[in-house]
Structure formats: C-alpha cells, structure tokens
C-alpha cells in the first residue's frame, strides 16, 4: 500500500506542466511581494521621502520609541514631532508625506479625512480616542489599545489571499490527472486487476491527492511566512486586528476587528487550509467521472469559478450563497465577513469534502467495474 501511494504521488508532483506551474507560481508570488506590496512602501520622515525597503525599515525604528499603550498624549506626541500628512497628488489615494505613525494617528483620530485624491481635508486637530471608533471598540473589549509597528500582519494576509489563489490553480492542474488519466489512457481496469486490488489502488490515489494539496498549502504558506518575516517581521501581533489588516477597520459591532492580528491570521489560515482541501476534493470527483485530464481540469476550473460569476449576477444575494465556497473562502474580506457566523460556512465546507471524496472514491470504482 506504501508503495503504490508513493507511486502515486511521484506520478501527480513530477509531471512536467505541474512543476512549471508551481515554479511560475513561486516566482509570480516573489514578483508580487517585491514589486506590488515592498514598491508601494512609502514613508516620509523629516521631509524625506524614503522607499520600498528603506521606508519598511524607518518606519519600524521611529515606532519602536512610542510602541506600547496608545494614548491621547501618546497621539499628541507623535503629531507634535512629524505634524500632520497634508501633502496630495493626483491618483495616489493617500496623503503623500506621511510616516506609518503620523499616518496611524491621522486616520484614526484626526479630523479630516482622505477618500480620494480630489477628495480630502486635511487634519488639524486629534479627536480624543474615546470618542473614535477605535477607542469605542477597545472600551467594548475591555482592553487598552496596543500600539506597534504592524504592518507585516497586513502584509502577509495580503501576500496569502495571492498564494491561495495560485495554490488552488495548482491544484486543478495537479489533481486533475488522477483518475481522468487512467480513463484517458484505458490503464484503469489493468490497475484493478494488480495484487493491491480496487480498493487499494482507488486508496492511494486519493491519499496521493490530498497530500499533493497540503504541499500546495505549505509552500504558499511557508513562502508569505518567509517574506513577510524577512522584510516586514512579525511585531505587532497583540495589537487590534482592526488597526492592522486593510480589509478591516475598529468597529465595536463587529467583534472580528477587535481580536489580535495574530488571532485573525490563524483564523484565516485554517478557513484557507479548509478551502484547499474542499477544493482538492471536488478536484479528485471530477477527475474520477471524466474520461479525459483536459475535461477534469476544465470542470474543475469551472466549478471553481462559477461562485463569482454567480455572486456577480445575483449580487448581494449571490455573495451571501457563495461564500462558504474554496473560492470565496481563500479572500481575506469575506472571512471577516463570516466571522459571526462562521460555524455555517465551515459546516457547508467540511460537508462538500466529505461527500466529494467518498463520490469520487466510489464513482471511480464503479465506472471500472462496468
């Protein structure tokens, strides 16, 4: 049995398209993270601007002196030395001479505001943080608001939702060939017919799948671990998820931005690792009713995407059907938005597993028998 599933999983990870795309994956992903989320690094200090990995690096030394418990004379403080970002430019969304502290304070407890670049008002007063949507949702949790240089959390999450859609590509392209390949090339009755028999054959084939998705998992987890780490770090991991992660924003309604940065990154890694493995499991169903890899990985594909085409036509109606699917699941913003129900997509999720699995596992042998 060992030896017929490490046959099984040779035969799934060293196919040659499957290595192109997993090192095309890789490299896409270092691409992004260098040109996309390192090149939009900016910070302004003193009147200098500096950039990309410079300015990740300024930034976390000039926190490190106000890093702990933010309070008014904290924020005071803070704007008192590097003012308040008043500086515009044309289709940059943001005021174009702050630093990630006068910034933080800026947007949280100024009273301007910066929707677009022809749309803003700059800051010219600190509001006190209790009465801010920051200070509310830290009085509903009962906690004081932690302050550090964070930025590494929002990045990793970023860097995350990219390597999850890469990694479920991977597996569509991947698992694909696991049943539909012994249809296309008429092998699977000889198979049938070896020593390990129907049900050990089938066995490895599925348990070859799975771990071909959990090694899928683990590189695009390890590498947003390991860029993320290297350059950014991983400070801050106490503070409100709300002040750290872009997709979300301090709200005492909605309990999911007021856990630590470290807590929602957990969360978003398991419903990331459920989404993989659901996926893995439509894959392996699919691929044991085709008769051809190329059809496999087109019904797959479809599968897959068809939740977004649903969600744009149905609208709000269709988000709130869709969203316990791999697609949708693998998307920062709607695990927030699940967070107070997340019991029922996780539920939904686990059950599409289970069914595809033993509905590939069973129509697989079926379709040999006869």
Known sequence: MIRLYRTELYKLI?????????????????????FVLLGDERTTVDGKVYTGYEAVRLDEKITKEFAGTLTDKTAEQIIDKYGFPSQVEELYGGFRDENYLNGFVTEYMGNGYMRDWDDYRVSTALYPIAETDLGKAAAEKGAAILF???????????????????????????????????????????????????RKDVTAKTAASFTTAVFIYLTATGCAFLLTGAVYGFSGGECMAGTTVEALAPNPAFP???????????????????????????????????????????????????????????????????????????????????????????????????????????????????
């Open 14 to 34: 060293h196919k040659k398209f499957f290595l192109a795309a997993y090192a095309a994956s890789i490299v896409l992903l270092l691409i992004y993270f260098y």
């Open 148 to 198: 550090d240089y964070a930025k590494g959390w929002s990045a990793f999450l970023d860097l995350l939702q990219i390597g999850m859609v890469f990694g479920s590509i991977l597996i569509l392209i991947g698992i694909s060939p696991v049943f539909a390949e012994e249809h296309q090339t008429r092998t699977a009755a000889l198979l049938f017919t070896c020593t390990e028999g129907r």
């Open 256 to 370: 999911v931005t007021m856990i630590s940065a470290w807590k929602f990154a957990f969360i978003t890694l398991s419903i990331d690792f459920l989404a993989l493995m659901t996926l893995c499991a439509i894959t392996v169903c699919v691929s044991a009713q085709c008769a051809s890899t190329f059809h496999a990985a087109a019904i797959s594909s479809l599968i897959w995407l068809t939740p977004l085409l649903f969600r744009v036509l149905a609208g709000g109606a269709g988000y709130f059907l869709m969203m316990g699917t791999p697609l949708f699941l693998i998307m920062t913003g709607v695990v927030a938005d699940l967070f107070q129900t997340i019991f029922l997509p996780v539920v939904l999720t686990v059950c599409i597993l289970v069914f595809c699995t033993v509905s590939g596992y069973r129509n697989y042998q079926i379709s040999e028998a006869d």
